[in-house]
């Protein structure tokens, strides 16, 4: 079955550090597609990104990047020069093509960035 | 505009009374959820809808009955409520079923007392 592990419950990083999010998953299907979303103080979910399975290159908007290996099931979240307003509840999700008809989130990351 | 609008966003009632939260999405998408979002933050799919059917009906009590008048909305009716209810849930829509990823609405906040 479909499973998302996020190990890391809390972090706590001073702005301005980098702070890496992990995220590994489970999957019996070929094709999937993972996800991450933001969940800040306000309390709504936020849409970060989509990647398919057969697209690994590692992608990067702004401080925001992300790293997608197959051979670990991993799907990685890093910040660079994190700011205060990063602080959030950082959740990934995955969801398989063939079964997918819901998505499965991690237990997420609270993630607080200190001034 | 608002893409996914719940109302209302805070709920707070009594145990035993029956209380209904609307969601409404102008996206276009074919697909709803309900998500329940508890005190440690875990995300758990409740309900799906495709094209107003039922597609998705996870092991939720029988008190909890969604309803898709059309394919943008999907309300969730909450029957004698228990204070293990206390939660917040979200709505969230897609284009079809989960691989392009939820747009959500902003939550309802409900409190059970």
């Known amino acids: 079955a479909q499973k998302v592990t996020q190990a890391q419950t809390e972090i706590s990083v001073v702005e301005k550090e980098d702070v890496t999010l992990d995220c590994v998953y489970e999957?019996?299907?070929?094709?999937?597609?993972l996800f991450w979303y933001k969940q800040p103080p306000s309390g709504e979910l936020v849409f970060l990104i989509r990647r398919n399975s057969f697209d690994e290159q590692n992608e990067i908007s702004g401080r925001y990047s992300w790293n997608f290996q197959k051979s670990t099931s991993s799907f990685n979240f890093t910040i660079t020069a994190s700011q205060v307003v990063d602080s959030a509840v950082y959740f990934c999700a995955l969801s398989e093509a063939n079964y997918g008809q819901n998505f499965v989130f991690g237990p997420g990351t609270r993630l607080s960035v200190l001034p | 505009d608002t893409a996914v609008s719940q109302t209302p966003k805070y709920l707070v009632t009594q145990m035993g009374n029956d209380k209904s939260i609307k969601c409404e999405q102008n996206?276009?998408?074919?697909?709803m959820y309900w998500y329940k979002q508890d005190s440690k933050k875990f995300l758990k799919i409740m309900f799906s809808?495709?094209?107003?059917?039922?597609?998705i009906n996870e092991t939720v009590p029988n008190r909890f009955s969604p309803k898709s008048p059309d394919k943008a909305h999907l309300n969730l009716h909450i029957n004698s409520l228990e204070l293990g209810d206390s939660a917040v849930y979200f709505c969230a829509s897609s284009p079809i079923l989960g691989n392009y990823g939820y747009t959500f609405g902003s939550g309802t906040r409900l409190t059970v007392v």
């Open positions: 999957t019996r299907d070929t094709t999937y597609y």
């Open positions: 809808y495709n094209n107003k059917e039922l597609i």
């Open positions: 996206l276009g998408h074919d697909t």
